[in-house]
């Protein structure tokens, strides 16, 4: 079964840097200003690091 790491923009408040793209370790996370993050999902691994730091759970691997 592949999962695949989707954004819940109702949850993300987008009023500041979001702190999962720092902690991505293949960078498939990236941000413009304050928006939303973006996913690069044929760089995404799917390890889930991002979506367990994610403070508001807007980032989900499912």
Do not use: T, W, Y
Not at 6 to 22: D, G, R, S, T, Y
Not at 32 to 47: L, M, Q, T
């Amino acid at each position: 079964m592949n999962k695949q790491l989707n954004i819940i923009k109702e949850n993300c408040p987008q009023n500041h840097p979001c702190p999962a793209v720092k902690v991505c370790p293949v960078g498939a996370l990236s941000q413009d200003g304050f928006h939303a993050p973006v996913i690069d999902h044929s760089k995404c691994i799917r390890c889930g690091k991002c979506s367990n730091f994610c403070p508001k759970k807007a980032l989900v691997l499912n």
